[in-house]
């Protein structure tokens, strides 16, 4: 006898696999408890708004009939969804405040139709009929977005592409380039490019998660980006569906012919097309010649000073650059239980002391002598800022870990913890006072943790990526997170940092971008979207939007 | 007493130092007696075409006075220049037709004035009375384009930046930036940076009659591109001032704010507007850490294929990369008279046979040890090429002369050689067919030298750069010209290569570019002109521009 599973807010919003459930391990709760001051060792705390019922979607299909009867035809009636769950499940990404909304059983911005097109000449006719008939269209990968970039405030097609748009379309072994369709997820481009002895690189936090076309809307970097570069430095060409038509570009190592607008879909997050397919960089697969280094320092001062060193040191690059700020050492130290442990005394015993100390991870690809001496490089560089190498161990445990953090969301927010990233770049003239200033507004909060990394490391600045835990104000959690995020934004800005290193704009960060680029320059991007997409269809209110939605 | 020289067509033609005039050597003379079949070691031909006459310009000036009266008063008579040599001398850059119209005495583009502006507000002020007043404006720097970048065909105002517009803004040695205002020139902004420890590693063939707005203007690329980067990835910021108003941008290593229009103006060719200041990338110099290597190849073929090698190995980039094909390697074994040398016997003895034999020149900068293991690298890869070291002299001495070359051509159109350069890049799958297919149209053309060098390389492809040396049809120079340009340019285009890799569209392109990008891409194109440009007052007919001029 089949069972209906019961389809609750709760399988949407959970990260991954939506029927897996992330259990804190002791180390963790007993770490909350300490940090945070809330009770999870010994009292069972009530789940905070767990979103358990099943999805109703207040705002019913509001498409007439002969439009939803039009794209079934285009499509195929298996491949438009309608149930109250697929449109809540492509309503929306993982903002935060999109998952509060969640567990308070709302939908806000669902699309009337999920539609899964077969290909590109569908997803033309859709566009068209869409333009033709001024419905609104929000192209969609995995929904991973963390700046409320998915989302159709007024109804309108949610465009999946991950159903048929998901093939390789060839492979240049002689230029080292891929050609594939903008909904393959990362495992599946990864796993062929490795079988033919390739990587593209690119492994952003929400790699499992996440697609090709996706990584390119948002302007994403991939956690190995110092060595590979970021999306934009990765695609080669791409092509686009649009409310005018067609874009699509030739791949050139490099050109120069005249101003080039191609570009300006990278970044767009859907609001001026539909990436349909891309040709991007691919390197040889080595992990035989990998080298990964762990090295450990007396405080961040002294972990940012090297790694700025060895990074304006002009002996290569390593791919994986990454370190951990003293608050976000000492939580994964006491998370992973290793706080206390025969290890630990003896880094205590030799200077490097809890609250203190600060981790850097690295991990070289490429030539087997080129790792070396990189890694060697990095190695007596720290010896320099006092940093201790402290073997390859907890790289590659990092490394195996990977995508595991963001499994931890969802617990936490159980817990009633307002649990969130922002990050931002900037230059290593203002990179100190970034970290120092964004960190005392976030510790601001009482009994918060804030925990601080820096990943993609470039010879002029690098990212600077916060993570914070925070009890919240439980009568009024969404006020409290705006209030809290809108101070945030102000603080990285204040202190010239970017609005986003590769998260993007969405809806979430669009009201401050016109302050941030300046007048003309909003204009402009106004002026394109016009050109682009007359009758403001494509992703309406995300990136070019002063409201605060 | 004084004497007033005469000013001539020859001096604005003549590369360099207008007073310079560069004597073909006896080897030199010998090989394009050889290979071109012009007799000039026994035979004194007439110059060709001399150009000494005293400058004309037929068409006056066409501003109403008062028009020349108001920019007077904005930045001074001492700043405007009215005179027919001036005139002349700002109408046009480095196109081989441009050059053959001076030397029949026809100046067919020139500006009606020759404004030096003292400082940004006196360039806001002019866009806005040139806007107002429909007056076509050229932003100049030194005039070296050779795609036909500069010239105003209906008149309006040459807007010099090299005069005031040259300084030093700040330099940033924490972020490794320097920020600077467009005019300044290449050997001035590198002097600075030298004498602080530092280099910009940006060296285009036009390095010391070239400015960093023009750099940006035309999308260049420097002859160590290949580890320091084209310059748009050398640009963090820069400021552009449009008939619309003043666009800048902040410094970061990257950012994701939605689709970026700043680097609209990075190969705009100062039709978008006028590029006032950039921030750019600088690094450490350290020239005793450098390391210089030339390797011999049997073919071209195999001189590419350890190129592609050593580019895709994953071991870290050379900063200078560069092959010469048989033909080109040949030339300058016979100019420099190696030819029948005794070192020429030993390298024939072995294999490296004339018509055949292709030169490597490779230089690396940065740490010591990552110099040497990436000079030890290449030269490894070569081995399995057939390559064999040569030594690093002859590398050390092409960097010594590396400006030098441009100083030929007038001496070479003096005997009435048709002696110009293309460049285009191509995906490394299509470069040998590339090669092939534009040498055999090249060397259709009776008694013609053609040499070709990739020296701005990629993981995924290259550029390559044609230089050629033909008898002119003498009575008709120009047509000649013309039909020969027009057939090179599509063969590139039927090969799979760019419009260019690196010298820009100007007018000599301009015909090409809706083909090349496609009509949407085009239109987007003339979209944003008309947004930052409403009246078409930026350098008109340059880059948007499908009739030929």
């Given at each position: 006898m089949k069972t209906l599973l019961k389809k609750t807010y709760r399988q949407i919003l959970?990260?991954?696999?939506?029927?897996y459930q992330e259990v804190l391990s002791d180390d963790v709760k007993k770490t909350i408890q300490e940090l945070v001051g809330i009770p999870v060792l010994e009292v069972n705390l009530p789940t905070f708004l767990p979103g358990e019922k099943e999805v109703v979607v207040?705002?019913?299909?509001?498409?007439?009939p002969k439009y939803v009867k039009e794209f079934t035809e285009i499509v195929g009636a298996e491949n438009i969804k309608t149930s109250d769950f697929d449109r809540a499940k492509h309503?929306?990404?993982?903002?935060y405040s999109e998952l509060l909304e969640l567990r308070q059983e709302k939908v806000t911005t669902p699309p009337d139709l999920v539609i899964s097109p077969n290909d590109e000449s569908q997803v033309e006719l859709i566009i068209q009929k869409c333009n033709e008939w001024k419905i609104a269209i929000c192209p969609q990968g995995l929904r991973s977005s963390v700046t409320k970039g998915i989302g159709l405030p007024d109804g309108g097609i949610a465009?999946?592409?991950t159903k048929h748009l998901n093939q390789i379309i060839h492979l240049d072994e002689e230029s080292l380039t891929v050609t594939a369709q903008a909904g393959i997820n990362g495992p599946a481009l990864e796993k062929f490019l490795n079988q033919k002895g390739?990587?593209?690189g690119h492994f952003p936090q929400s790699f499992e998660f996440s697609t090709l076309g996706g990584w390119i809307a948002a302007k994403g970097a991939g956690q190995c980006s110092t060595g590979y570069g970021k999306i934009e430095d990765i695609v080669l060409s791409l092509k686009a569906f649009t409310p005018i038509g067609i874009f699509e570009n030739e791949s050139y190592p490099k050109a120069a012919q005249g101003w080039d607008v191609m570009p300006l879909f990278i970044g767009a997050e859907g609001t001026l097309g539909v990436i349909t397919q891309a040709t991007i960089k691919i390197r040889k697969f080595e992990p035989n010649n990998r080298r990964n280094a762990c090295i450990i320092f007396k405080d961040f001062e002294s972990a940012q000073g090297s790694m700025q060193a060895c990074i304006q040191g002009q002996f290569g690059l390593p791919h994986l650059f990454r370190i951990s700020d003293h608050e976000e050492t000492e939580v994964a130290f006491r998370m992973k239980g290793f706080e206390g442990s025969f290890s630990d005394k003896a880094l205590q015993a030799i200077g490097y002391k809890p609250n203190s100390r600060s981790l850097m991870f690295i991990s070289v690809e490429g030539d087997k002598d080129y790792t070396s001496l990189v890694i060697d490089k990095i190695k007596s560089t720290s010896k320099k800022f006092g940093g201790r190498s402290i073997g390859s161990r907890p790289t590659k445990k990092w490394l195996s870990q990977r995508f595991h953090s963001a499994y931890m969301r969802e617990p936490l927010m159980d817990l009633g913890l307002m649990t969130d990233t922002i990050e931002t770049s900037v230059m290593w003239k203002d990179l100190k006072k970034l970290w120092k200033n964004v960190r005392t507004y976030i510790k601001s909060r009482p009994n918060t943790v804030c925990m601080c990394h820096i990943s993609h490391v470039y010879e002029n600045g690098a990212n600077l990526y916060f993570t914070f835990i925070s009890p919240t104000d439980k009568s009024a959690p969404l006020e409290d997170y705006q209030q809290f995020h809108e101070g945030l934004v102000n603080t990285i800005l204040s202190n010239n940092g970017s609005l986003s290193h590769h998260h993007g704009i969405g809806r979430a960060l669009s009201p401050w971008l016109k302050e941030k680029i300046g007048e003309n320059s909003y204009q402009l991007m106004q002026g394109i979207k016009s050109i682009i997409d007359p009758n403001g269809i494509m992703n309406p209110g995300s990136v070019i939007n002063e409201s605060n939605k």
């Open positions: 959970n990260w991954g696999d939506p029927n207040d705002r019913k299909i509001q498409l007439p309503a929306a990404g993982k903002f465009l999946d592409l390739y990587t593209c």
